[in-house]
């Protein structure tokens, strides 16, 4: 197997190629940052690429960026992210294609020689390895979306609102008095967090949390 790493902590980078040696896995080339990345997959066509989600210039999403670019240069190629926190946006933009060979470990577990291997092993053979942490965040912000808070009518209104139907509109169309749908309205803002900043802006601010659902 060959792979190509993408790190920009020397040691944690110098870390992994030699681990990596002892189990007879090539590095085939370990650079540190997306660009040289591109450069890399493109050139050496490895069966893994390991990335770092944050790297130079700006250390926010550069890694994942430049995984993304390469899986689209280079289809099937098997990714391996490598955070130092669960970054749920990150996370979910990986796996969002849906398809295998893809994987997202906190650093904490390349100290675990045998977890990561198995892990290199599984995602350069197409499967997916996704840390529990991680999945257990995921999972967490999932059920803790406040727009689940609300009753059936409730979520009636605000996929009202979505729709940029008035309160008369609203009421009319449910059928109840314009009274009525100020006070789910109200429950709404009340669940979902919205603080008294501007009727209007309110209203755009559920529509998106509801949309986002």
Do not use: W
Not at 93 to 119: C, N, P, Q, S, T
Not at 151 to 180: C, K
Request: contains cysteine; glycine residues 10%.
């Amino acid at each position: 197997m060959r792979v190509v790493i993408a790190e920009d902590s020397v040691l944690l980078r110098m870390g992994v190629l030699r681990l990596l040696a002892d189990e007879g896995i090539e590095t085939a080339a370990a650079v540190e940052n997306g660009d040289d990345l591109l450069g890399a997959v493109t050139e050496h066509q490895p069966d893994l690429a390991i990335v770092d989600v944050r790297m130079p210039p700006t250390f926010t999403d550069e890694g994942l960026r430049a995984a993304l670019a390469a899986r689209e240069a280079i289809p099937g190629l098997p990714v391996l992210v490598l955070s130092q926190y669960v970054e749920e946006q990150y996370a979910v933009e990986l796996l969002a294609g849906g398809a295998g060979g893809v994987g997202y470990l906190l650093k904490e577990r390349v100290a675990d020689v045998a977890e990561f291997v198995d892990a290199v092993h599984r995602v350069a053979g197409g499967g997916t390895c996704i840390d529990q942490e991680v999945i257990a965040q995921l999972m967490a912000r999932k059920r803790r979306n406040p727009v689940d808070a609300l009753t059936p009518r409730e979520r009636e209104v605000l996929g009202l609102m979505a729709q940029g139907l008035s309160n008369v509109a609203i009421a009319r169309g449910l059928v109840v008095s314009d009274g009525a749908v100020e006070k789910h309205i109200g429950n709404i803002f009340t669940k979902l967090g919205l603080e008294p900043t501007g009727e209007e802006h309110r209203r755009v601010r559920a529509v998106l949390a509801y949309l986002e659902r």
